[in-house]
């Protein structure tokens, strides 16, 4: 199994975020000796956003269909993947920046994704599974603010338009309300990432 890690975790070290992602990961590679686990880390990346000029020149590439240029390398990577590995704590409704530009990096029409004859969009990667850990000052599962929730809504949809049906979140809430009882919130989460390790 191929394993892709894609850690938006701006944190670094100190992240709840990718404590929980490497429980997991923990897990997975003591119950599959023969796993490989590729990390892109987006805090070394620095992938470039795509405004005018670098959309035209990205443009460019794809219509040459050279996968081989370094504008793919993190899409080359994604799509030959048999599982994958998200991480990034809630920001704003989602999540940091970084994770939004390595999207639209993966996102690359011919290579992880096509469109069909009649304008549908066929997905091309080759995992069907991913698994996504974030983490939450507040309580966003119930109540009004689960409106403004739509970190694991938006992954859905971009991971199904490339092929990966399959998501399970992992999510730690209410992190930061004073009183909360951060290690058992934690630890739970923790649990429930063993679980699903367990289970893939």
Not at 5 to 16: K, L, P, T
Not at 153 to 176: C, H, Q, S, Y
Request: glycine share 8%; net charge negative; hydrophobic share 45%.
């Amino acid at each position: 199994m191929r394993v892709l890690f894609v850690d938006g975790c701006i944190r670094g070290a100190q992240s709840r975020t990718r404590m929980l992602a490497q429980t997991f990961l923990d897990t997975l590679t003591a119950r599959k000796p023969g796993c490989t686990v590729e990390i892109a880390d987006l805090n070394t990346l620095r992938l470039v956003p795509l405004f005018g000029d670098t959309l035209a020149e990205r443009d460019a590439a794809v219509a040459k269909q050279d996968w081989t240029n370094p504008w793919f390398a993190q899409a080359v990577q994604f799509q030959q993947a048999d599982l994958i590995v998200l991480a990034a704590p809630f920001w704003e409704g989602t999540f940091p920046a970084a994770m939004h530009t390595y999207i639209e990096h993966i996102c690359a029409a011919g290579l992880t994704f096509k469109y069909g004859e009649d304008g549908s969009q066929i997905g091309l990667c080759k995992a069907k599974h991913a698994v996504f850990f974030g983490t939450k000052g507040g309580i966003y599962s119930q109540g009004a603010a689960r409106e403004d929730d739509f970190a694991a809504r938006f992954l859905k949809t971009n991971l199904r338009m490339l092929g990966i049906p399959e998501l399970d979140v992992v999510e730690a809430e209410g992190l930061d309300i004073d009183g909360a009882d951060v290690e058992g919130i934690l630890e739970q989460a923790k649990n429930q990432a063993h679980a699903v390790a367990e289970r893939l």
